[in-house]
């Protein structure tokens, strides 16, 4: 078995209690922060590698240090809201290794001289919000969160933050925004979050994932977690793997596991022994790959040179049966409904893309349909104010010159040129 960092509940089922999680050296961490100075946390986890699981994969450490130094409010913000199609590993560590969370929100606060912290968790995940309150409630009774922690003299107070279930809410500043009541609705960036960030106060967003890796990090040193996964890809890596596999779920390996071993070996293969038509290896912003990238490594840089991206690590696998204009016009959809509608390239530049691959869809396409689709994708990319504008071309785009021959056939013959089709969405 791989080194398990986060899914300790596969050592014990019961670690969402926080006595077990104490007896797996839950909270060590947090005591050896205490014995360093906020800089030293932050040095040691620039030193580490750990970069951001929820998509971008910017350095944790780096950006730990663009908070101001000194008095004043400041606020560490955990990004629960796991909206992407495909995405579904946070839930798993909030429910059940939820402690892992709160001591690396702890741990955080503490090195960024921030005494309050947000975990925002969207909206249906309700249950998981429960279970997350319940540690939050333990955790206060034990002296891991409030006033004068551990006798350090170090205040932290957490609390659990239910969003409505806005895709955008997982852009930072949408998510600021919804925490402090408003519309979940982007800002223009500067000022960034580190500046004016909750409440007009300096601010850290990290996801779920990343921050939950910071506890091992700090008891185990940067050296340790070095030496798991390929340079500058260090530690572990959650994989969510969906679609047309025998074994569908979350796995976690060492970043850099080839995309073979984790839909062969973790996965079980493809459903019924057909052979892999196409992948999504980082949720569904993340270009689409094809056969002949299984054996790359899933690490940002590897995606990366191959023109894809690890995004959130959820792979969605599409088996020879996957008819890919009825797959992308489910995701246009999406996109079109999860426009906040602030930017006019990105609100109605997504509807036009769904509208269109609609209609190829119905067997209503038109000639020069492909191109047209191709253009709008160009007048949409990097002109919006966040990133979902970009993440539906990022998705559209390579599906379509990828697999331009089906979309193609779509329009030519008003039929699709997969038979016996099985839906992926």
Same mark, same amino acid.
């Given at each position: 078995?791989?080194?398990? #960092?986060?899914?300790?509940?596969?050592?014990?089922?019961?670690?969402?209690?926080? /006595?077990?999680?104490?007896?797996?050296?839950?909270? /060590?961490?947090?005591?050896?922060?205490?014995?360093?100075?906020?800089?030293?946390?932050?040095?040691?986890?620039?030193?580490?590698?750990?970069?951001?699981?929820?998509?971008?994969?910017?350095?944790?450490?780096?950006?730990?240090?663009?908070?101001? &130094?000194?008095?004043?409010?400041?606020?560490?913000? *955990?990004?629960?809201?796991?909206?992407?199609?495909?995405?579904?590993?946070?839930?798993?560590?909030?429910?059940?290794?939820?402690?892992?969370?709160?001591?690396?929100?702890?741990?955080?606060?503490?090195?960024?001289?921030?005494?309050?912290?947000?975990?925002?968790?969207?909206?249906?995940?309700?249950?998981?919000?429960?279970?997350?309150? &319940?540690?939050?409630?333990?955790?206060?009774?034990?002296?891991?969160?409030?006033?004068?922690?551990?006798?350090?003299?170090?205040?932290?107070? $957490?609390?659990?933050?239910?969003?409505?279930?806005?895709?955008? *809410?997982?852009?930072?500043?949408?998510?600021?925004?919804?925490?402090?009541?408003?519309?979940?609705?982007? %800002? $223009?960036?500067?000022?960034?979050?580190?500046?004016?960030?909750?409440?007009?106060?300096?601010?850290?967003?990290?996801?779920?994932?990343?921050?939950?890796? #910071?506890?091992?990090?700090?008891?185990?040193?940067?050296?340790?977690?070095?030496?798991?996964?390929?340079?500058?890809?260090?530690?572990?890596? @959650?994989?969510?793997?969906?679609?047309?596999?025998?074994?569908?779920? #979350?796995?976690?390996?060492?970043?850099?596991?080839?995309?073979?071993? @984790?839909?062969? /070996?973790?996965?079980?293969?493809?459903?019924?022994?057909?052979?892999?038509?196409?992948?999504?290896?980082?949720?569904?912003?993340?270009?689409?790959?094809?056969?002949?990238? $299984?054996? @790359?490594?899933?690490?940002?840089?590897?995606?990366?040179?191959?023109?894809?991206?690890?995004? =959130?690590?959820?792979?969605? #696998?599409? =088996?020879?049966?996957?008819?890919?204009?009825?797959?992308?016009?489910?995701?246009?959809?999406?996109?079109?409904?999860?426009?906040?509608?602030?930017?006019?390239? *990105?609100?109605?530049?997504?509807?036009?893309?769904?509208?269109? $691959?609609?209609?190829?869809?119905?067997?209503?396409?038109? &000639?020069?349909?492909?191109?047209?689709?191709?253009?709008?994708?160009?007048?949409?990319?990097?002109?919006?104010?966040?990133?979902?504008?970009?993440?539906?071309?990022? *998705?559209?785009?390579?599906?379509?010159?990828?697999? %331009?021959?089906?979309?193609?056939?779509? @329009?030519?013959?008003?039929?699709?040129?997969?038979?016996?089709?099985?839906?992926?969405?």
């Amino acid at each position: 078995m791989s080194e398990i #960092v986060l899914f300790k509940h596969l050592i014990d089922p019961e670690v969402r209690n926080i /006595e077990n999680y104490i007896k797996l050296g839950g909270y /060590e961490g947090l005591k050896k922060a205490f014995t360093m100075q906020p800089d030293d946390i932050i040095e040691e986890v620039k030193r580490s590698n750990l970069r951001g699981r929820g998509g971008a994969g910017f350095p944790t450490g780096l950006k730990w240090s663009f908070m101001p &130094k000194g008095e004043g409010q400041k606020y560490f913000v *955990c990004n629960a809201d796991e909206g992407e199609p495909g995405t579904f590993k946070d839930r798993y560590i909030m429910s059940e290794n939820p402690h892992q969370l709160i001591e690396g929100m702890v741990i955080g606060g503490y090195a960024m001289g921030a005494t309050v912290g947000y975990i925002y968790i969207r909206g249906e995940f309700e249950f998981v919000a429960k279970i997350l309150q &319940k540690a939050i409630d333990e955790a206060y009774e034990k002296g891991f969160l409030g006033k004068n922690i551990l006798n350090s003299g170090f205040d932290f107070d $957490l609390y659990v933050h239910l969003g409505a279930g806005a895709y955008v *809410c997982g852009e930072e500043t949408g998510l600021i925004n919804s925490l402090e009541g408003k519309p979940g609705q982007p %800002r $223009l960036k500067p000022p960034f979050p580190a500046q004016y960030g909750v409440f007009g106060k300096p601010t850290t967003v990290n996801n779920v994932e990343t921050i939950a890796c #910071v506890p091992d990090i700090i008891k185990k040193g940067a050296d340790w977690f070095l030496s798991i996964g390929p340079e500058k890809n260090n530690g572990t890596k @959650i994989y969510a793997v969906s679609g047309h596999v025998n074994n569908p779920g #979350v796995f976690e390996l060492p970043m850099g596991t080839p995309l073979r071993e @984790i839909i062969y /070996e973790h996965a079980g293969g493809i459903v019924g022994g057909k052979k892999l038509k196409a992948v999504i290896p980082g949720g569904s912003s993340a270009p689409v790959l094809g056969p002949e990238h $299984l054996d @790359i490594p899933m690490d940002f840089d590897s995606l990366k040179k191959v023109g894809s991206m690890l995004g =959130s690590g959820a792979i969605i #696998v599409m =088996s020879e049966d996957t008819c890919m204009v009825e797959a992308f016009t489910r995701l246009a959809k999406f996109y079109a409904h999860e426009s906040c509608g602030q930017c006019t390239p *990105c609100r109605e530049g997504t509807a036009w893309l769904y509208k269109i $691959l609609k209609r190829i869809e119905d067997r209503e396409g038109k &000639k020069g349909d492909i191109d047209l689709i191709l253009d709008i994708c160009g007048k949409i990319m990097g002109r919006t104010i966040c990133p979902l504008g970009d993440a539906a071309v990022m *998705c559209i785009k390579p599906a379509v010159e990828r697999f %331009r021959d089906e979309f193609e056939y779509h @329009i030519e013959h008003k039929k699709c040129m997969v038979e016996n089709k099985i839906p992926i969405f």
